[in-house]
């Protein structure tokens, strides 16, 4: 099956906190861009992937304001909301809209403006992205949970804290050269257990930030998109599953089903295998979540996963190069707007211009975005154009 979506232009903002923007701000900056790289064509649809502007900015239906401030009346606009997957499914949504129709640009936005309240009503919001009933009203945060699942793992398995966060150091060293990243300093794992307990035993520095950001894409049917000029990126598979919301009820709890899924639909939809992927932007919650991702996908075994980190195997220059431009917790993680910067990662990589940062030969990338600890996963296979 020929691919019937391809990527013709990207753009973004840094991740940070941005005190002068509002999130329409923030989307207007992401968008602009992506459509100059994309030769400003006409767009007909615009889908905008946001986790909770109502509780964060008290500001709702951001699909049809800001089609209305970039002065696309008439287009067709939808908003997307599933927590910190809106973005990436968005873009799933947005894909199929361009396979239906078989013509025209679309305008894909993810954007999150999360300083606009203090950390712990950040905090709260957050946990409404699990079974409420398990978390908002347990008092249980999704780094709480995260702590359950790395003691789980560190008593499973016999291994180190001290392992496990060698997946934040690898982030943190690629966000080091990505001018976008909101952390954009190496870190080592001493720094990482010596920081401030969050849940026991994860620590501040294995965890994402507060952040506000905005990335913006326009696809388009591969045709059109080669007219408008340059080889674009091919969407081979964008696949969606979801999963068991409370994490205690899963057959395997040291597992992501919804990831396991919906990466094998992707993979077989592209018709390749996980190993001919050249590069993965894994949706890291906390450092075990990226192992148990690396794990869920088959390039390590059960609890070979952090085994796979400390060799450098998810390292730029490793066979399986993780998070290329810092992932959640170096590029910054702000909601709705993740997934959308996992694709335009993807995208420079793939037209080559990803720059320190490069993955010699980059041909196949994979991007994971999932909301909260996977009640939802987004995985889309990209392609360099030929």
Sequence with gaps: MRPQAAIAGVGCTKVGEHWGSSVLD????????????????????????????ELLNEQGNLAALLADVLALEGVKAVEIRAGDASGALAFHQACLDVAVSGEGAVLVCGVEKMTDVLVPEVERIGMLFEDARCTFHSGITIPGLCALLTK??????????????????????????????????????EAIVRSPLVADPVRLLDTPGVGDGAAAI???????AREAGGEPVLVLASEVASGRMNVCERDEILSIGSLRTAARRALEKARINVKDVDFFEL????????????????????GGGWRLVKEGGIAIGGDFPVNTMG??????????????YQLVEATWQLRGEAGDNQVDGAEVGLAHNMAGLGSVSCVHILARGR
């Design 218 to 224: 326009v696809i388009s049917p591969p045709g059109e």
């Design 152 to 189: 789980l793992y560190m008593s499973s398995y016999g291994v180190d804290y001290e392992d496990i966060v060698l997946f934040a150091v690898n982030d943190h060293e690629n966000a080091s050269r990505n001018p976008y990243a909101q952390y954009p300093f190496p870190i080592k794992p």
């Design 26 to 53: 923030l989307a207007v900056e992401a968008c602009l861009k992506a459509l100059e790289d994309a030769g400003n064509p006409d767009v007909r649809a615009v889908y905008v992937g946001n986790a909770a502007s």
């Design 327 to 340: 992932g959640l917790k170096g590029r910054g993680h702000p909601w709705g707007a993740t997934g959308v």
């Design 283 to 302: 949706h890291d919650t906390t450092s075990v979540i990226g192992i148990l991702a690396l794990e869920d996908l088959g390039l390590a075994e059960p």
